[in-house]
């Protein structure tokens, strides 16, 4: 498998043709995988055929299906979406086209993102590559799998409490979630409005720089992206100088002891290359999902409201509209969605808002507050990216509680609103595992200059590339 | 029977004149074809996000200084959620806790209204229901309104219409609103409670269904009926929404509130805080006007009468010129005469002060006649001339030369010396007689005051 950038000199000197490139991805779709929902074989041989110079010229992406695509049906893995088909593309999606970049098809996720497996999706559960008996991890699965099966060189996936960098890490890939505001979420269905954050699945660090480049920036549709300039993502080259790496204890507790010694493997390799490590303290990190769950769930609760059966999708008649919406509201979504929606209501409620939603508020900027304070001391953390490997399918689906588990090493940079990657560390056995770097505000260049310079020392390198390609 | 005191509050939303929705492009229109002017923004389609008219933020501050509010550089947005069909998203976008403007007032016949808040909220669409099924019209769906609360200082229905009546004044003079209530640009929904003892209040219900402001005077007069007759009974008022019907004329329950609905209300996170920076409040400022009952006021002690006063005042184009001739001028009397008198029977067209200042100097000074001013004032409005050129043009301006005056008497007393004797022995009616033989020969362009001075002047000389 190749970078963006080989693919680019290949098509240059016409060695392989976009359109070869594309069939061959196509013909990687594994059914029984199920990381696709809607495959857009024509709209991507459409694609093709454009003539443009842009970076992503002639690239399978694959886009989760949360993530609008004009005129493609959006379903948000929920049949409360049942043939709803958007008029508008989101600010990404028009991006990647201007860029010449080409989509495969519309990826599996949990219900409305809301699940760290891809098993809660009413179009059934998305498999790990690597072990068709375990999770891809999720909610963004069906986008790593989709990369990770080779039929897509890179992917959109969304963030709001780890939804990409969990399947990044069970799937031997680098996920990055942006820094909030990096990335327009216009046409991204919102879950938790001031977490979720669209985030890139791709093979090597340098790749998501380059998708990143295109995606990243101002838009005056969203009124929380940022106009701070953008940077050369994909110019990973140098490897940033005089910096500080911090280990917070907090995050290497409860793991497994595999993922464990993994990480500190990565730590050993970047010491080598002269860069100083230093243990720090983050007390709030046991805060982190309970917190994370009265946010998210809050805002999904209202952001969820609009399915409603009125405008679009499922409609159930009833005797009278509020009969209506109940029913249809009631077939529409499965259970793990309808309980965060009756507790998002209840942390809402007048009786409960100070004691649960408020009070998860203030400890968000607690946990804001302590980021910011550490990293006056250093320049990134580096964390296991998920506590375990890929947990079996099944294991967790009626056990709410143990399905977030996997979010206490990646919500906290969601909460604080910085950014965060995740990349192979090696495998355990024959399931590949994660490492996780979280940065500074607007620092994506500089965890994906670490991760690439990982990528190029680790010994297990070639181990996971080797999957890849199989 | 005790005597009730009466307690009213009321809540306005008022649509903001902006050309485009609140938080999308689709345009703002009355009366066009149903679901034409709307967008995915507005419909609340998956992945929408909002983003903020300018122009209604700066509409709600101008509201804000018109009522004398302070205005918060930071306010944040709040959603609403409750279940409706016409609320495409599923909760409103409203302001809830941080409000763009709290603490103002408005006088109403003399007396101060106290504004408890202004805040910039979201319309939601509009339902039609038939007989078998219910339609959605989603052309309302996002227009900008602002809500005004007052604090319960309005203690009679008639005190209730005179604040209306004020605020819509003010709100369509400062060209924040139309306001017009049959288009439901201005809403409002009283709230009223009785009670016996004084500074005690009983139990509010909240009117609505109010689209007149004879509705507001009669179905509030319905309630206080209503109210004190439930006291009186002995029973409890209990806390409701109350109708009103155009046709019977009286109130009914609509809806008793056994709880205070929960909206569940949270900051907006898809809108960052709102900051506004005081050199734009200090801009907006300048674009506040007085208020009309203030220039009413100003008039009355310029030595205006109430009535006069009132009718410059109230509108816009005669408030604006009427101080602008008068800054050139003075004469405040005199100016509102030729106002009330000539201006406003051509229908009050665009004029400058500077022309129309000139002009009536001119008359003052009896360079032209009263006469001749109504003439160049007609003739300024069709040409945009100056009163100057136009005087020179039609030759109307006066001889007030004494000299030339003098000669044109001399001539006119020795034309007619029969005339001249019978006015020198007592005839005083040929006194007018010589008066019209001077005007004539002058044609028209003496001043006739200083005509007869001269006259009555020689004809004991002579």
Known sequence: ?470 | MVEYKTTIGIEVHAQLKTLTKLFCGCPVSFGEGANTNVCSVCLGLPGVLPSLNKKAVELAIKAGLALDCKIHTKSIFARKNYFYPDLPKGYQITQYRFPIATGGKILVEGREIRIKRVHLEEESAKSIHEKDKSLIDYNRSGIPLIEIVTEPDIDSPDMAVAYLKTLQKILQFENISDAVMARAEFRCEPNISVSKEKGILGTRTEVKNLNSFKAVKKSLLSEIRRQTETLEKGKTVEQATIHYSEETQKTWVARIKEESSDYRYFPEPDLPPLLISQTWIDEIKTTVGELPVQKKEKYVELGLNEKDAKTISSSTTTSRLFEGILKIIGEPIEVSKWILRDYRSLGEPDISAENFAEMIKMVLEGKISRNAGAEVLAEMVKTKKAPKQIVEEKNLSQISDTNALERAIREVFEENPDELTRLKNGEKKLFGFFVGQVMKKTGGKADPKEVSRIISEYEKKY
């Open chain 1, 1 to 470: 498998m190749k970078t963006i950038l080989e693919y680019r000199e290949q098509f240059k000197k016409e060695e392989i043709t976009p359109l070869d490139l594309l069939e061959k991805s196509l013909e990687k779709i594994d059914p029984s995988l199920n990381a696709y929902i809607t495959v857009t074989e024509e709209l991507a041989r459409k694609g093709v055929k454009k003539n443009t110079k842009g970076i992503l010229k002639g690239i399978p992406i694959a886009i989760k299906d949360n993530i609008n695509i004009k005129g493609i049906p959006t379903t948000c893995a929920s049949n409360v979406l049942k043939g709803f088909i958007p008029p508008f593309s989101a600010t990404v999606i028009e991006r990647i086209q201007r860029s010449g970049g080409i989509f495969t098809g519309k990826t599996n996720l949990d219900e409305f993102g809301m699940g760290s497996s891809t098993e809660r999706s009413y179009y059934g559960p998305t498999k790990n590559p690597y072990d068709l008996t375990k999770v891809p991890g999720g909610s963004s699965g069906g986008s790593a799998a989709a990369v990770a099966s080779g039929s897509a060189v890179i992917s959109l996936g969304s963030d709001t409490g780890g939804s990409v960098r969990q399947p990044a890490s069970y799937c031997g890939l680098v996920g990055l979630k942006p820094t909030y505001g990096r990335v327009s979420r216009y046409g991204l269905v919102a879950f938790g409005s001031s977490l979720d954050q669209i985030g890139i699945i791709g093979r090597n660090a340098e790749d998501v720089g380059v998708l990143l480049e295109v995606i990243a920036g101002y838009d005056p549709k969203d009124s929380t992206s940022s106009k701070k300039e953008i940077e050369d993502y994909s110019n990973l080259r140098e490897t940033p100088k005089n910096i500080k790496i911090g280990i917070p204890e907090e995050y290497f507790k409860q793991i497994d002891t595999e993922v464990h010694s993994r990480v500190m493997e990565i730590k050993k390799a970047i010491e080598k290359e002269g860069i100083s490590f230093k243990p720090v303290s983050l007390p709030t990190t046991g805060y982190i999902i309970p917190t994370y769950q009265v946010i998210s769930y809050a805002e999904a609760s209202s952001n969820l409201a609009r399915y409603d059966g009125v405008r679009y999708g499922l409609r159930k008649d009833g005797e009278d509209f509020h009969d209506t919406i109940r029913k249809s509201r009631n077939e529409g979504f499965l259970p793990e969605v309808k309980r965060r929606i009756l507790i998002g209501s209840f942390v809402l409620s007048s009786e409960a808002i100070a004691e649960y939603y408020e009070r998860a508020d203030l400890i968000r900027r607690l946990i804001t507050q302590e980021f910011n304070d550490v990293f006056k001391e250093v320049d990134y953390l580096l964390t296991p990216a998920t506590p375990t490997p890929a947990f079996p399918i099944g294991e967790r689906t009626d056990d709410p509680i143990r399905m977030h588990v996997p979010d206490r090493m990646t919500a906290g940079a969601n909460l604080a609103g910085i950014p965060a990657v995740a990349a192979p560390a090696g495998m355990i056995g024959k399931l590949p595992i994660g490492y996780q770097l979280i940065g500074k505000p607007f620092d994506e260049k500089g965890l994906l200059s670490i991760v690439r310079l990982v990528e190029k020392i680790a010994p297990f390198q070639g181990f996971i590339k080797e999957a890849q390609d199989g």
